[in-house]
């Protein structure tokens, strides 16, 4: 129903993934990704990454953490549908290749 309102009004609707791209601009980004394990790595590591500068986080389940004055932003870059394209991180890490999502990719390539 928000969505549809916003459209009858007029407003701009920008998808999650979309919004997310745009955000990662305002910090050091780190993606994690990989077809299993990114939920518990992107924990741990803004974890241990909080230790050393102020570190926000945002975990796939909507779970995450807002840090006022944070340089680092960790994030679960999740690839159904392709929405990792959106994103541009400055950093990188793949937990593993497994195929998944087969409601959306054919195969494994």
Known sequence: PEIAKAMELGLPVIRYHRFLG???KNFISVAVTGAHGKTSTTGLLSHVMSGAKPTAYLI???TGK???NADYFVFEACEYRRHFLSYHPDYAIMTNIDFDHPDYYANIE
Do not use: S
């Open 22 to 24: 745009d955000f990662l």
């Open 66 to 68: 807002g840090v006022k």
């Open 60 to 62: 796939g389940d909507g």
